[in-house]
């Protein structure tokens, strides 16, 4: 049970890192970006199986789920800086990277955060 709610929360990562794309109305702006270019340089942020796609359960779904070992690190797919770092009841901890590209990552069911929200400050 323990390593399968693991495999969940790395999951649940991936998850929320499209997700913001897709946030507060935005959906046309969304779909002009070229999305292959501004993630180009991205790495992958963790190690594990692919649970999920983007677009299941009937299209609700905008993100990727990835499901990792218990305390599997997890990066950021690339520099940026902490926008939001809190603890949630239905994601975990949560954490929220704001690119240089302005793209937004989210990584959420976090077994902890070892990042702080602060302005002006790079996450790796």
Known sequence: MQDYIKRLLIAGIMALCISLLFLGGKHSQAE???I?????????P??????????????????IDIAGEFKTPIHSVDKGVVTKSYYSGSYGHVVFIKHDNNLETVYAHLNKRNVKKRAGRSAR
Do not use: C, F, P
């Open 32 to 34: 002009m970006l070229n």
């Open 46 to 63: 963790a190690e594990g199986v692919i649970t999920d796609l983007y677009g299941t359960r009937h299209g609700h779904h905008k993100g």
């Open 36 to 44: 292959k270019e501004l993630t180009s340089d991205w790495v992958w």
